[in-house]
T-cell receptor, first 112, second 115 residues
Framework: NAGVTQTPKFRVLKTGQSMTLLCAQDMNHEYMYWYRQDPGMGLRLIHYSVGEGTTAKGEVPDGYNVSRLKKQNFLLGLESAAPSQTSVYFC???????????FGQGTRLTVV | AQTVTQSQPEMSVQEAETVTLSCTYDTSESDYYLFWYKQPPSRQMILVIRQEAYKQQNATENRFSVNFQKAAKSFSLKISDSQLGDAAMYFCAFNPTTANSKLTFGKGITLSVRP
């Protein structure tokens, strides 16, 4: 069972470059989330979606954009990467807001 | 807005002993769900236990149990008979039952288990 799959798993970017992180889930979940994890900061919500075609801002949305054109996919984009965006990024999905969230394996992004 | 606070950044426990991890939250919602997640060195996030706010009975899952005090907005995790495999980072999380709600995490606590 695939569950939640993130690609890529590792990436190094130069300042100013752009990239897209892909999250795919095969559980027909309505809710999808993008978090970043930094030492001592826990998981902070970047953007989330409560259904196909919808997105909403989380706690730290600046510098990121998202799209949910298909129910199973949630894309996170960095238009102009900055060193402050060096982090581990997690995607998660859940059937509803009150049910268990399933997480991907994370993407370690380094911006130099 | 809701907040989740885990005030202890690190804790240590002797193997086979019991340890309690603390979590408090702040919300104006009356109905919500609380979760504890475990993140081992593999980085994978694993659900440990879930508590519905409307239930007075504390949730239990094998060696893991919670002490849920709704009035105090406290949600602690007790690990009994600690094992080396319990060493990980533990996150407390909160999600209200309202529509379009979002899952909010605390900063986490690193638990080490001494053999």
């Amino acid at each position: 069972n695939a569950g939640v799959t993130q690609t890529p798993k590792f990436r190094v970017l130069k300042t100013g470059q752009s990239m897209t992180l892909l999250c795919a889930q095969d559980m027909n979940h309505e809710y999808m989330y993008w978090y970043r994890q930094d030492p001592g900061m826990g998981l902070r919500l970047i953007h989330y979606s409560v259904g196909e075609g919808t997105t909403a801002k989380g706690e730290v949305p600046d510098g990121y954009n998202v799209s949910r054109l298909k129910k199973q996919n949630f894309l996170l984009g960095l238009e102009s990467a900055a060193p402050s965006q060096t982090s581990v990024y997690f995607c998660a999905s859940s059937y509803q807001g009150n049910t268990e969230a399933f997480f991907g394996q994370g993407t370690r992004l380094t911006v130099v | 807005a809701q907040t989740v606070t885990q005030s202890q950044p690190e804790m240590s426990v002797q193997e086979a002993e019991t340890v309690t991890l603390s979590c408090t939250y702040d919300t104006s919602e009356s109905d919500y769900y609380l979760f504890w997640y475990k993140q081992p060195p593999s980085r994978q996030m694993i659900l440990v236990i879930r508590q519905e706010a409307y239930k007075q009975q504390n949730a239990t899952e094998n060696r893991f149990s919670v002490n849920f005090q709704k009035a105090a907005k406290s949600f602690s995790l007790k690990i009994s008979d600690s094992q080396l495999g319990d060493a990980a980072m533990y996150f407390c999380a909160f999600n209200p039952t309202t529509a379009n709600s979002k899952l909010t995490f605390g900063k986490g606590i690193t638990l080490s288990v001494r053999p």
